[in-house]
């Protein structure tokens, strides 16, 4: 959703901001603005469109004068993407700035009251009301100013403040969506996620919901809303600066997908100790998992990708019922779930709303919570009972494809794991789980060395206008993934289907020359697919078969063939994504997209 900079110090402030704001765009990008506290007066520049326009606009930064700043990418809810809807958003006098991530759930009677008293607005923004709340509320303390605000908001938000008054401050405040204060040497820092401030500070704290900061250049203070003193803990984030860097890729997915092996190695590796699956993060007893009757997954987009694989994999392995629910769709069904249901997150920021009040809606009903985040220190993970995370590293492209591998190793973590304890797996199929759980890396690795033969069936196949993914039992979950790869960054029509279910109506959309990627992975199924493919090319179809190496004969029953190697069954998608991925991505560079940040997503949703 949106991203928040801001910077206090004594150089030029707009540089730092607009350098933050580049980190932060996968948040966020039809709009951006800054505003600067020039010599008493609050300056705001902002332009529809990329952070490019901006630039261009601020002669990158050079024409906008202070020492202290805040900065915006927007990611639009309410209001179109437009200049006046862009933030910062200024008070009616031009007294209070304010940057926001979130949603003001009530604003429309707010922006009522404030109409009514002859307040004029500008945007059609939920935010403006927020600095115009400022300028109506405040008298003279800027604290009180503050706490009045926060009193009216209903909704979630992170906020960077500034006011013209107070011209050697920032006031930062946070509820539901994330901010963290980087502390440099004479200068201090706002930003929604690390990577905006990186380059300048490794030390950080952490807002969390309902506290106030009052940063200055030397010092950084944090309160309740009764206006006692926090202490604050301080982090020392450990990341490797490259890792948020491009190093060297045009993009940041091709990055990305080509650190899968080590992510996945890195993921698990922490977990197995002498020949052992171990999982110290879930506080849960042998008896309290023999317990449970069902296991509830909740996630979104890609991740819910990975609970699907996951319905199959812990029903497989554990003969329990699984669900995996869409998590926007969960806490809306008034959902069966209790302390007998065990419920699964997923979530790579760890800050998706519509999974954060999923989870809480399942805690509130008695059931204990694992996560699965990417984000250290995310609010999933702290509200979770327990958290599990995968080391994938930031994920800066929009399309996610080393987190949701990095999603799946822990999934096969947990399959192994809680077989073993509940007695449903031998010890020979222990340490086959094992062995092929560590071979994985290895064979992605393989696959990607071998990247050029799907970037050459792109290049045939990138003209397609309609796409089909069919797949059977864990290749349909795969194929959820596949074709949301391939829409969302190259944005090809494309949908994916049970392949059994294909005849029931979707069939009549084949004709000559559909692209339909089958998914032949699932060796119990290969006969019952390959039946599918005939279906659809005796309609025109061209065929793209995706399928292990051993099945050389699917050769002939398919236009274009693409190898993996083989694994046990379970662990399939992890290697059957790789192609995938690679293929949306060659399709998206060969239509000239923007691959990291396509058009009208964000990666991290922090509004419902
Ligand atoms: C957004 C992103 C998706 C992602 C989903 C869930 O829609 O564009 O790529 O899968 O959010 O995000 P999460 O951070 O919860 O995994």
């Given at each position: 959703m949106c991203g928040i900079v801001g910077y206090i110090g004594e150089e030029q402030a707009a540089p730092f901001l607009l350098k933050g704001l580049e980190k932060l765009e996968y948040r966020g990008y039809d709009s951006a603005g800054l505003c600067l506290n020039d010599g008493g007066k609050l300056v705001v520049k902002k332009s529809k469109g990329k952070l490019q326009e901006l630039k261009i606009l601020t002669n990158n930064g050079d024409t906008l004068h202070g020492t202290v700043g805040i900065g915006h990418t927007r990611w639009a809810t309410h209001g179109e993407p437009s200049d006046v809807n862009a933030h910062p958003h200024l008070s009616e006098s031009g007294r209070f700035a304010v940057v926001h991530n979130g949603i003001i759930e009530n604003y429309l009677p707010l922006r009522e009251m404030l109409t009514e008293k002859g307040i004029v607005f500008r945007s059609n923004t939920d935010t403006e009301v927020i600095a115009q709340l400022f300028e109506y509320y405040d008298q003279g303390n800027l604290m009180d100013t503050v706490i009045r605000v926060l009193s009216k908001l209903d909704g979630s938000y992170a906020l960077g403040v500034l006011c013209r008054d107070h011209p050697d401050e920032i006031i930062a405040v946070r509820k539901e969506s994330p901010l963290i204060i980087g502390l440099g040497e004479h200068e201090n820092y706002i930003a929604s996620d690390i990577p905006a401030i990186l380059n300048k500070t490794r030390n950080i704290y952490r807002l969390e919901n309902d506290e106030i900061a009052v940063i200055k250049r030397d010092s950084v203070q944090v309160f309740n809303l009764d206006k006692e003193p926090i202490h604050k803990e301080l982090e020392v984030v450990d990341w490797d600066i490259a890792a948020a860097e491009k190093g060297g890729y045009e993009h940041f997915m091709f990055k990305e997908i080509m650190e899968q092996p080590k992510a996945f190695h890195d993921t698990i590796t922490p977990h197995l100790k002498d020949g052992r699956v171990v999982l110290d993060e879930i506080h849960l007893t042998a008896d309290q998992i023999r317990s449970f009757r069902k296991i509830n997954i909740l996630a979104c987009g890609s991740a819910y990708h990975v609970g699907v694989v996951a319905k199959y994999v812990f029903e497989k392995i554990l003969r329990i019922p699984v669900e995996a629910d869409l998590a926007s769709e969960f806490r809306y069904r008034d959902p069966i779930i209790d302390d007998k249901t065990l419920t699964v997150v997923i979530s790579q920021s760890g800050e998706t709303a519509d999974t954060k009040e999923a989870m809480k809606e399942a805690k509130r009903r008695g059931s204990h919570v694992i996560s699965i985040v990417?984000?250290?220190?995310s609010a999933i993970a702290k509200e979770s009972n327990d958290v599990i995370y995968t080391l994938a590293g930031p994920e800066i492209?929009?399309?996610?494809?080393k987190a949701y591998s990095t999603q799946l190793a822990v999934i096969y973590l947990m399959a192994i794991y809680f077989g073993d304890v509940l007695g449903k797996i031998t010890d020979t199929e222990y340490q086959y789980y094992l062995q092929e759980l560590q071979a994985i890396p290895e064979k992605i690795q393989q696959i990607l060395e071998h990247k050029e033969t799907v970037q050459y069936l792109a290049s045939k196949l990138f003209h397609c206008n309609d796409v089909f993914f069919i797949g059977r039992n864990i290749d349909y979950a795969l194929s959820l993934e596949g074709s949301l790869k391939l829409k969302e960054i190259s944005y090809i029509h494309s949908e994916a289907y049970a392949a059994g279910e294909l005849k029931h109506g979707t069939i009549s959309l084949i004709e000559d020359g559909t692209l339909v990627i089958a998914l032949a992975t699932h060796e119990e199924l290969i006969g019952k697919i390959v039946s599918n493919m005939k279906e659809v090319q005796a309609r025109g179809a061209y065929v793209l078969c995706l399928t292990t190496e051993k099945h050389q004969e699917l050769k002939s029953t398919s236009q274009s063939t693409l190898f993996i190697p083989s694994t046990c069954d379970m662990m399939l998608p992890s290697l059957a994504v790789v192609p995938l991925q690679l293929f949306a991505y060659y399709v998206a560079a060969l239509k000239g997209c923007d691959i990291d940040k396509p058009r009208n997503l964000a990666k991290s949703v922090t509004v419902e």
């Open positions: 990417n984000v250290l220190g492209a929009v399309a996610t494809t």
